[in-house]
């Protein structure tokens, strides 16, 4: 699988991996962190969710057009670190008054902007030589691994830094004590069910005294989520390190068009080659708004559904995958069997890796001995399921693309895109299935359904794990695509164009919400279910047009 490629592709896929791991850091408890901290509802959440997942999307827009028309890739990546890092340090920083974080978001995005599409284009330029040019769809899927290592462990550090924070003030979460303590203090009316909760947590039943706890109890949670923002901005700092100290090994992939014009080795494309290749990206951007749109629930409204419906209590053997030093432990059996399974591992390597899987197994084997048959997740740490399935799944992807390219029968782009269209849908019937019965979020008015009732953590993780296959057919197939399809002299806006269609799928994926407020879940559900398939539709209907288009 990494065979072959050069070695700038794992500078950049370390840099990127940095970076992502900041961002997921702050998005894994960016929509709790609105509903505990300033009491928001689901809407208002999802609704600055979806816009700033927008923002983050739109911006790379700019970022393509200033470094394809002035200071270059390489350049324009720098500037946009050091601007997300100054971004997370003011987010850390926010009180009671939001003015502060939109501010900052507005940063973050910026930041993002000139990063993400300019870094991909690096990317792409490294197998524009002829020697490597056929590894182009497996760099896409490394670099697209690289995103996922890193997201896969922030909402791990954002939890552990949100109880580590807790834990000192004296308290331990509970995810539906923000929620009554908000109301408390807002003068909101109170079952007596979750009165009886709060006091219960707070050891009196003395009305200031219930006050002063949850103003202590949510001060202290705000208090851990900005340890959160504040890990993310620690991250850019790794990630600049890395980009500008192993600069050496992808700097002749930093170049603009107008550099190789010079030289006289640009490939220069007809006008109506020019405008055939757009019209085809056009077409696959218009069909990934409505993927982005399903994918992009993780960090709202399946959060919300992990944090009111889903059972947060684990036993042993599931707590395991909601655990970093258990995944370590696993990733080390993992690689260890891979080493002594390949024909091609010497003989010394072999070894090593059986020490490898000998050590995991024996992490494991300690940390199930100290479990309880009773153990609590977070709602954040669902999040870090979808990266982790990622690096899980992508060997097996890529040697399964790779089987089908020996046989002459790989599915081009489009095609993969339209399949992951179709897997998106089968992903949400999962969640239509788990969601037949429960009460809707309006009549629960944003409280945690009773636990006795709760769904099992298998429904969402299943979700997770389809959804992810979706997105390995669609997501590093799309920037291969518009790295091998767009017009030289526009590649940094045409990366930036598919991160816009990125963007307009998360300004929707935000306008949802209010339809998983306001209607039954199952019609939430299904709704999405009927836009994934019709989009696979669109998109099988129209591939001759793009493939006719793309070869131009």
């Not at 950049?12 to 702050?26: A, D, I, K, P």
């Not at 790794?238 to 192993?246: D, E, P, Q, Y």
């Not at 655990?323 to 891979?338: M, R």
Request: glycine share 10%; with cysteine; aromatic share 14%.
């Amino acid at each position: 699988m990494f065979k072959g490629h050069p070695k700038g592709l794992f500078v950049l896929f370390f840099s990127n991996m940095g970076e992502r791991f900041g961002y997921y850091t702050m998005l894994a408890i960016f929509t709790l962190f609105l509903q505990d901290h300033f009491g928001w509802d689901e809407t208002q959440a999802s609704g600055l969710y979806g816009l700033f997942l927008g923002a983050i999307y739109i911006f790379p827009l700019l970022g393509g057009i200033i470094a394809d028309a002035w200071l270059g890739y390489g350049k324009t990546v720098t500037i946009g670190i050091v601007i997300m890092g100054l971004g997370y340090a003011l987010l850390s920083l926010t009180g009671a008054n939001p003015t502060s974080m939109y501010v900052a978001l507005g940063i973050i995005a910026l930041g993002v902007g000139l990063f993400k599409g300019n870094l991909v284009v690096i990317v792409g330029n490294l197998y524009e030589n002829s020697s490597v040019s056929h590894l182009r769809d497996a760099a896409f899927n490394i670099f697209y691994m690289g995103i996922n290592v890193g997201a896969m462990f922030a909402p791990h550090v954002a939890r552990y830094l949100k109880n580590l924070m807790m834990t000192r003030s004296g308290f331990t979460y509970d995810s539906a004590i923000p929620k009554i303590a908000n109301d408390l203090i807002a003068g909101n009316t109170i079952t007596p069910e979750h009165m009886g909760k709060l006091q219960q947590m707070a050891g009196t039943t003395d009305p200031a005294g219930l006050t002063q706890f949850a103003g202590n109890y949510l001060n202290a949670l705000s208090h851990g989520y900005n340890w959160g923002f504040a890990a993310a901005g620690v991250s850019m700092l790794v990630s600049i390190i890395i980009f500008l100290a192993f600069r050496k090994h992808y700097k002749e992939a930093d170049y603009m068009h107008k550099d190789k014009i010079k030289t006289g080795s640009a490939v220069e494309l007809t006008p109506k080659q020019v405008r055939d290749r757009i019209i085809a990206l056009l077409l696959v951007f218009v069909i990934v708004i409505f993927f982005w749109m399903a994918f992009h629930q993780n960090g709202s409204t399946f959060t919300f559904f992990a944090k009111n419906y889903t059972n947060l209590t684990a036993g042993k053997y599931t707590f395991l995958i909601f655990s970093i030093p258990n995944l370590l432990a696993i990733f080390s059996i993992i690689i260890g069997f891979v080493a002594i399974l390949n024909k091609e591992t010497k003989k010394n390597y072999k070894f090593l890796g059986a020490a490898f899987a000998l050590a995991g197994a024996a992490v494991l084997y300690y940390n199930l001995q100290r479990l309880g048959n009773t153990n609590k997740i977070d709602p954040e740490l669902f999040q870090s399921f979808n990266p982790m399935f990622v690096v899980f799944m992508t060997p097996v992807i890529v040697g399964f693309f790779a089987w089908l390219h020996s046989k002459n029968t790989e599915p081009s782009a489009p095609s993969k895109i339209g399949i992951g269209m179709t897997i998106t849908a089968i992903g949400y019937c999962i969640m239509l299935y788990a969601s037949v019965g429960l009460p809707s979020v309006g009549v629960l008015s944003g409280n945690a359904i009773d636990p006795s009732i709760a769904v099992s953590p298998y429904w969402l993780i299943s979700t997770y794990f389809t959804l992810t296959i979706a997105e390995l057919f669609l997501s590093p197939m799309g920037l291969s695509f518009v790295s091998k399809v767009a017009p030289p002299k526009l590649r940094g806006t045409m990366q930036a164009g598919w991160l816009g269609a990125t963007a307009i799928g998360n300004i929707l994926a935000g306008y949802i919400g209010r339809f998983y407020k306001n209607w039954e879940l199952w019609q939430f559900f299904l709704f999405v279910v009927i836009i994934a398939l019709l989009s696979a539709v669109i998109m099988f209907s129209i591939m001759h047009i793009i493939k006719r288009a793309s070869v131009s």
